[in-house]
T-cell receptor, first 114, second 115 residues
């Protein structure tokens, strides 16, 4: 089955700096890679996703890059703000068979300091 | 709020008791998923439904766990003879069901504590 590894587990940046979180996956059939933000006690919320037919996607201060050959994808947050502080999860999904499940990484706790 | 809703939000039970959680997906969403999240970990897939059909179950879903989605609307997850290891956040998600990998929207979860 799919295995997703995520690094780093914690990340502290100063407000205004950039943050980068990296994930690797094992199943070459995976073709959908969402990123979720989870604040303490809240539900995971989708912030951006990418499908395997593109290499990069950007939405304002957030961007995701995908390297299918190396089987890794990354989240980039620019001009970080205190409200970006949360736990971020990457995930991978495959459309093989009937499976539509997401396999998540272990999360990155991002702390944006003033 | 038209998002995914879950009830109850918190459940404390004694070991050996049965518990049942409910999930109401976003209306018009055909797919419904159950995940379990323990402290410091990402959500782990348990099972999912396409309308009323349960299409996949994880090996994490032991015989003590059962999920239903009658009429393809809300879903229930029951845990029989709870164990302390069942303590976790149980998350429900739903998606449109147009693509095999369409966006999943999560509910707020039910936090289960087994004493």
């Amino acid at each position: 089955g799919e295995n997703v590894e995520q690094h780093p587990s914690t990340l502290s940046v100063q407000e205004g700096d950039s943050a980068v979180i990296k994930c690797t996956y094992s199943d070459s059939a995976s073709n959908y890679f969402p990123w979720y933000k989870q604040e303490l006690g809240k539900r995971p919320q989708l912030i951006i996703d990418i499908r395997s037919n593109v290499g990069e996607k950007k939405d304002q201060r957030i961007a995701v890059t995908l390297n299918k050959t190396a089987k890794h994808f990354s989240l980039h947050i620019t001009e970080t703000q205190p409200e970006d502080s949360a736990v971020y999860f990457c995930a991978a999904s495959s459309n093989t068979g009937t499976a539509s499940k997401l396999t998540f990484g272990t999360g990155t706790r991002l702390q944006v300091t003033l | 709020d038209t998002g995914v809703s879950q009830n109850p939000r918190h459940k404390i039970t004694k070991r050996g008791q049965n518990v049942t959680f409910r999930c109401d997906p976003i209306s018009e969403h055909n797919r419904l998923y159950w995940y379990r999240q323990t402290l410091g970990q990402g959500p782990e897939f348990l099972t999912y439904f396409q309308n009323e059909a349960q299409l996949e179950k994880s090996r994490l879903l032991s015989d003590r766990f059962s999920a239903e989605r009658p009429k393809g609307s809300f879903s229930t997850l029951e845990i029989q003879r709870t164990e302390q290891g069942d303590s976790a956040m149980y998350l429900c998600a739903s998606s449109l069901g147009v693509l095999r990998t369409d966006t999943q929207y999560f509910g707020p979860g039910t936090r289960l504590t087994v004493l």
